[in-house]
C-alpha cells in the first residue's frame, strides 16, 4: 500500500478505471478512491473515467477528459479481474498501470498490484489504504466507499464478509452522508424490473438436487422495456427461495450471445464460468455462452456441480 501512495505521488495526472457494466462497487472503489486522491492532493489533475452507468448514476458521474497526447499519466485499475474488462482503454497507454482488485489474480496485469481475494470488496481495499496511509477522507469518499461494501456483501450477508469488513464499515459510517437515503436508492428498483421479478418466479426452472435457471431473451427484454443492464439487479432472486443451491439467469445480448449471472449459496460455481468465457468468485461469477447448445451445457454443469 506505500508503494502505491509513492508511485501515486509522483504523477500530476491519475486516471481510475473500473470494469464495464459497473456495479456498486466497482464505482464506489473508483469513485471513491478519485475523492480521496483529490482530497489530499488538491494540485493533481484526477480523473475517473469510463461510460455513465444510467442505472447508477445516483451514486457518481464520470469525468470526460481529453490529455495531451504526449502526457505522461499514471493509470489506476479498480474491482477489473482482467484487461478485456477494463473500460476506457486509455489505460493501455498509462506511463504506469496499479491493478487493485480482490478477484482471483488470473490475469496479473499491471506495474504494481494490490489483489486481495480474501476481500468483501475492492472497496473494503482503498478504504484500508486512506486509513493505513493516514490519507482525509471526505464525506463523499466515505459514502462511496460504503456504497460499494454494501453492494459487495449484499448488505453484509456474504461469506466474504468479515470482522474487518464491519470495522471499515463501521469508520466510514462515521462520516457525514445520509446512509438511509443511500441504503433506500440502493434496494429501490422500477415497477418493470418487480414484474420481471415476478416473470422469473413463474418461469424459474428447478432441477431435483436445487440448480435453478431462467432464460431471458431479447423478446422478453423488449415486453418489459428493460435493457440488460437493468436486469443486474434481479441476479439474487432465485436465491430466495429456500431449496435452490445454485442458479443460473441468461440474458440474450443484442448480438445473440447469452451472459449468464451465476450464483451459489455454498458449492463455488467459479470454475464453471471459466470454462465458458468467463469468472469471477466462488459463490458469485459471469459467463457468456455463443448458443442454445452451450446454454444447455453450463446447465447440465450446474446441476453436475451440486451432485
Not at 27 to 56: C, M, W
Request: glycine share 6%.
Amino acid at each position: 500500500m506505500k508503494e502505491i501512495l509513492e508511485k501515486i505521488k509522483e504523477y500530476e495526472t491519475i486516471l481510475i478505471h473500473r470494469h464495464k457494466n459497473p456495479d456498486p462497487d466497482a464505482l464506489g472503489s473508483q469513485a471513491g478512491l478519485g475523492a480521496i486522491l483529490r482530497e489530499n492532493f488538491p494540485e493533481k489533475h484526477i480523473f475517473a473515467v469510463g461510460y455513465d452507468e444510467p442505472t447508477l448514476t445516483y451514486l457518481t458521474l464520470m469525468n470526460k477528459v481529453e490529455l495531451d497526447k504526449n502526457e505522461k499519466y499514471l493509470s489506476i485499475v479498480c474491482d477489473t479481474a482482467n484487461t478485456p474488462r477494463i473500460d476506457d482503454d486509455r489505460w493501455k497507454t498509462a506511463d504506469f498501470v496499479i491493478k487493485i482488485d480482490h478477484h482471483p489474480n488470473n490475469d496479473a496485469y499491471g506495474n504494481l498490484l494490490l489483489v486481495e481475494p480474501e476481500r468483501s470488496s475492492a472497496s473494503e481495499i482503498i478504504a484500508d489504504f486512506a486509513f493505513e496511509n493516514g490519507l482525509k477522507l471526505n464525506a463523499e469518499a466515505a459514502r462511496l466507499l460504503y456504497a460499494g461494501i454494501v453492494g459487495d456483501t449484499g448488505r453484509f450477508l456474504y461469506p466474504s464478509t468479515s470482522a474487518n469488513t464491519f470495522a471499515v464499515a463501521a469508520k466510514l459510517a462515521s462520516y457525514d452522508f445520509d446512509r438511509a437515503a443511500l441504503g433506500r436508492e440502493m434496494s429501490s428498483f422500477d415497477m418493470k424490473v418487480a414484474r420481471l421479478q415476478g416473470f422469473i418466479y413463474e418461469n424459474l426452472e428447478v432441477s431435483e438436487n436445487g440448480a435453478a435457471r431462467v432464460v431471458l431473451t431479447q423478446k422478453i427484454l423488449t415486453s418489459f422495456d428493460l435493457k440488460d443492464s437493468e436486469t443486474s439487479v434481479i441476479v439474487g432472486v432465485p436465491g430466495s427461495i429456500r431449496t435452490i443451491q445454485s442458479w443460473a439467469i441468461f440474458v440474450e445480448q443484442a448480438d445473440g450471445h447469452f451472459r449468464v449471472r451465476m450464483r451459489s449459496k455454498v458449492v463455488p460455481i467459479q470454475e464453471i464460468a471459466k470454462r465458458h468465457d468467463g469468472g469471477g468468485h466462488d459463490l458469485a461469477s459471469g459467463a457468456n455462452s455463443y448458443s442454445l447448445e452451450e446454454n444447455e451445457q453450463i446447465w447440465q454443469e450446474l446441476q453436475e456441480n451440486l451432485e
